[in-house]
């Protein structure tokens, strides 16, 4: 097992993220808990020593589960994640009753690592303001030992990234963000690490199979990948990619069997850096993935002076472009969710104005209204 060391620690660079554990009967509420205890056995008889979990993966079991499978192991041992659920606006102000729950659930005194979770454009208004008192609660509990490492995650755009680390940059000591070959310009997860590295914060990653979309590629690009290294597998090149970046920590990944446990142990027994021509070939080959489906609005914003609702149309085009490639997904509702309706893609009237001065000729109230049925808005 590779490992990267952080303030001290020797930190697993692979770590076990508990969001997609093996359940009963497709019930993600329900973990087959026997077969979460062996994959937490093998991890830890293997090297894995960070586990990540959160109040509200699976339905709120996670932790209990990922606690009990962890209690049979001496507490300095491994290292325990969680986080603060302020993707749920009406947790801001019960920050002290879900940690004393965190704490009882996971089984245990202290957390090693608690992150401010999905710092986005929907809760950062929530997450700054004083009056809940979050930063405040944290910092004491870090005081006393019952939190090491304090840090926060992101699922939101680069200014919402800056303005959380203007506010608390201070105070954070890693930043957890979705990172992987696809999304480095897809989802600006470039610029995303450039921002964190000008504040010398290390980066833990999570979705690096972006879902699964990476562990199987088509027939043509895995043989290109083949020719390049004949002997590395598909979802290996992802972990690669990561290991090819110099302030990349902790990789998390959701893993729901023993097969894809044992496969990620495998590969993270060597650190293989992609070298130059392979970085450019996978990242060219993530380009057209997206590009046969996105459509290719450059944000020109022509469209944005001639529409009568003054829609932001790149940016709804942008987010649009997640929601088909990954067929749905939670990041395009939480970002339009901070959007007053009025800016929604619902609103807009269809009058064409927009795709009359479109250089790239998209079919933009279509789009719209795709969009819009998609929502369900």
Same mark, same amino acid.
């Given at each position: 097992m590779?490992?990267?060391?952080?303030h001290?620690?020797? *930190?697993s660079?692979?770590g076990l993220?508990?969001?997609?554990?093996?359940v009963?009967n497709?019930?993600?509420?329900?973990?087959?808990?026997n077969?979460?205890q062996?994959?937490?056995? #093998?991890?830890?008889?293997?090297?894995i020593?960070y586990y990540d979990?959160?109040?509200g993966y699976?339905g709120?079991?996670s932790?209990?589960?990922l606690?009990?499978a962890?209690?049979?192991?001496p507490?300095?041992k491994?290292?325990?994640a969680?986080?603060?659920?302020?993707?749920?606006?009406?947790?801001?102000?019960?920050?002290?009753e879900?940690f004393?729950e965190?704490?009882?659930k996971?089984?245990?005194?202290?957390?090693?690592? #608690?992150?401010?979770h999905?710092v986005?454009e929907?809760?950062i208004? $929530?997450y700054?303001?004083?009056?809940?008192?979050i930063?405040?609660?944290?910092?004491?509990q870090?005081? $006393?030992?019952?939190?090491?490492h *304090?840090?926060?995650?992101?699922?939101g755009s680069?200014?919402?990234i800056?303005?959380?680390?203007?506010?608390?940059?201070?105070?954070m000591e890693f930043?957890?963000?979705?990172l992987n070959?696809?999304?480095?310009?897809?989802?600006?997860?470039?610029?995303?690490t450039?921002?964190?590295?000008? #504040?010398? *914060?290390?980066?833990?990653?999570?979705e690096?199979?972006?879902?699964?979309? &990476?562990?199987?590629?088509?027939?043509?690009?895995? $043989?290109?990948?083949?020719?390049?290294?004949?002997?590395?597998?598909?979802p $290996?090149?992802?972990f690669?990619?990561?290991?090819?970046? !110099?302030?990349?920590?902790?990789i998390?990944?959701?893993?729901s069997s023993?097969?894809? &446990?044992?496969e990620?142990? %495998?590969?993270?027994?060597?650190e293989?850096?992609l070298? /130059?021509q392979e970085?450019?070939?996978?990242?060219?080959?993530?380009?057209t993935m997206?590009?046969?489906i996105?459509?290719p609005?450059?944000?020109?914003?022509y469209?944005?002076?001639?529409?009568?609702?003054?829609?932001?149309? !790149?940016?709804?085009?942008?987010l649009?472009?997640?929601?088909?490639?990954?067929?749905g997904?939670?990041?395009?509702?939480?970002?339009?969710?901070a *959007? /007053?309706?009025?800016k929604?893609?619902?609103?807009c009237?269809?009058?064409?104005?927009?795709?009359a001065?479109? /250089?790239?000729?998209?079919?933009i !109230?279509?789009?719209?209204?795709?969009?819009? %049925?998609?929502?369900?808005a």
């Amino acid at each position: 097992m590779i490992y990267k060391n952080f303030h001290g620690l020797e *930190l697993s660079n692979l770590g076990l993220g508990a969001m997609r554990l093996p359940v009963i009967n497709r019930d993600d509420t329900k973990i087959d808990e026997n077969s979460a205890q062996q994959m937490v056995d #093998y991890a830890m008889a293997h090297g894995i020593n960070y586990y990540d979990t959160a109040w509200g993966y699976h339905g709120g079991c996670s932790e209990t589960v990922l606690g009990k499978a962890l209690s049979h192991y001496p507490r300095e041992k491994y290292y325990l994640a969680t986080k603060f659920p302020g993707y749920d606006l009406s947790n801001m102000d019960k920050v002290e009753e879900i940690f004393e729950e965190q704490l009882k659930k996971c089984g245990t005194d202290y957390f090693d690592f #608690y992150l401010f979770h999905n710092v986005c454009e929907m809760n950062i208004d $929530a997450y700054l303001d004083e009056k809940f008192g979050i930063l405040e609660y944290l910092l004491r509990q870090k005081e $006393a030992g019952r939190i090491r490492h *304090l840090g926060f995650s992101a699922h939101g755009s680069c200014p919402v990234i800056k303005r959380f680390l203007d506010a608390y940059g201070k105070h954070m000591e890693f930043c957890q963000i979705q990172l992987n070959y696809i999304d480095w310009s897809f989802q600006q997860a470039k610029e995303k690490t450039e921002l964190l590295n000008q #504040y010398n *914060l290390p980066i833990w990653v999570m979705e690096p199979l972006r879902g699964g979309k &990476l562990a199987a590629l088509s027939e043509k690009d895995t $043989a290109a990948l083949k020719e390049l290294r004949p002997e590395e597998k598909v979802p $290996a090149w992802a972990f690669r990619f990561l290991q090819s970046l !110099p302030n990349v920590t902790v990789i998390l990944s959701g893993m729901s069997s023993m097969e894809q &446990l044992q496969e990620n142990i %495998q590969t993270f027994e060597t650190e293989k850096p992609l070298n /130059p021509q392979e970085i450019d070939a996978l990242l060219h080959m993530a380009d057209t993935m997206v590009n046969k489906i996105a459509l290719p609005c450059t944000a020109c914003r022509y469209c944005v002076s001639h529409c009568p609702q003054e829609l932001d149309i !790149p940016s709804l085009l942008a987010l649009y472009n997640e929601h088909c490639f990954t067929e749905g997904g939670f990041i395009a509702p939480m970002a339009l969710s901070a *959007l /007053p309706k009025e800016k929604w893609p619902s609103a807009c009237i269809g009058c064409g104005s927009c795709e009359a001065v479109c /250089p790239q000729q998209i079919k933009i !109230p279509d789009a719209m209204s795709d969009f819009a %049925q998609k929502l369900g808005a």
